[in-house]
């Protein structure tokens, strides 16, 4: 049985059908006007195969009133119809649905478009990271900020500012509040972490420091390339992990080059399993030092850091300053338990010059830093932040803080065609988000707070781990 709706709709299209048939045979003459050129017949047929489809108006969308852009294309590129009230004066430029589909009963009638669609009364789409509900055939649209800022990228490339932007749809669709609260998740520095003391270098002064350095060529195979974190507001494990996995590799000469699981921090080292809502690097060092940490072979990322968070590993002394797991690898394929644990953490300088010898010496080095909303974008270049467009700095001061690693640093023609120094850092935003997981950004001017607080640790590398 055929229900109202169906009646309504095949009533409406056969009746739609009849009145194009009659507008064809109509307005014959008149598709010249508004054509320069000749038909061929075949061209004829075309024309009217495509008229009997009759999606002009209910492609484009009615308007209300004189609107000259309410126009769609008529027969090819030839020719263009109009689908606004002003179509119906004498000389009809209208389309041929214009009747039937603007000014029939019929149940499109109410509604909207959006991308030459058409949407029901009340349907919800959505737009970039706002729902807009179709309301009285106009589109009601949230108004959140997104973190995917079209209009910040335009700029961004359009200008030179040393870096370019780009358009990363891991986050299209996220509010930039989403993108504070679950893409960074280091806890602003505490003040026993701030008032720590520098360390004062035991570093040779005269070392020679060459333009470019890069931790991966000095040490092949014993640094490790940056994570994920997904949506998971963890950077404080993911660069704790990675820092200390290649200080254990340099200092133990590649003896251990097992990357260091940041999911064993998250979901250990953290009381009340909130390792995805942010943490502090104080409390991941201190964690390192005591607990340690598996590698991350055997303790691998979650697919979904929001159900499966319970700690699934233990360790405990042997007497003799080491310490084992009590539990197998949570990945069974992976059969080495191995626990790796640091010293405990050490302040680096804020001199440009006492981080590079620290890299240099020892290793990447942690370092914390403010994100602005630009740097979401960045893809290529050496970043320096740009005031944005709405720079809405208050709301998120609290969340900006991000944990990063700094692994080396250079010196190249940036901005304005001026020789920049930077730092070469990696992120925790897998291998697609800037330059293969990394990212450069100005040296030597504190950009974003990146020297403000350095921190490193050593590997702690007991005799039983010669043997
Ligand atoms: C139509 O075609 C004829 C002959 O094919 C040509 O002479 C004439 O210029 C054409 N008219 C237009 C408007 O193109
Ligand atoms: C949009 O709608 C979806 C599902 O209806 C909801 O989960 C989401 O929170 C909404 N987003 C905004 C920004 O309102
Ligand atoms: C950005 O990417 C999303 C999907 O990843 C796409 O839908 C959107 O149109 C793009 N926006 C711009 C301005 O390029
Ligand atoms: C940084 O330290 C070096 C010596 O290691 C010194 O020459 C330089 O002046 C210091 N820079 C600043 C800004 O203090
Ligand atoms: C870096 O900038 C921050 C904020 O502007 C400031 O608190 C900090 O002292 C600066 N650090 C250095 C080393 O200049």
Redesign the pocket.
Known sequence: MWSWPKILIFSYLTTGIWMEKQFVSRRGMNLQVHSTSNFTDLERTRFRRALYKGHYCRTRGCCEDRNDDCVTHFYEANAMCYCDKFCERENSDCCPDYKSFCQGENPYQKGCFRDRQYYGEGA?I?EN???CTCSEQQWQC?Q?ECLVHPELIENINTQDHGWKAHNYSQFWGM?LEEGYKFRLGTFPPSPTLLSMNEMTVSLPSEIHLPEFFISSYKWPGWTHDPLDQKNCAASWAFSTASVAADRIAIQSNGRYTDNLSPQNLISCCVKNRQGCKGGSIDKAWWYLRKRGLVSHACYPLFKDQFFNNGCNMASRSDGRGKRHATKPCPNNIEKSNRIYQCSPPYRVSSNETEIMKEIMQNGPVQAIMQVHEDFFHYKSGIYRHVSSIKDKSEKYQNLRAHAVKLTGWGILRGAQGKKEKFWIAANSWGKSWGENGYFRILRGVNESDIEKLIIAAWGHLTSSDES
């Open positions: 919800v959505k990271c706002n729902n949230s959140h509010t």
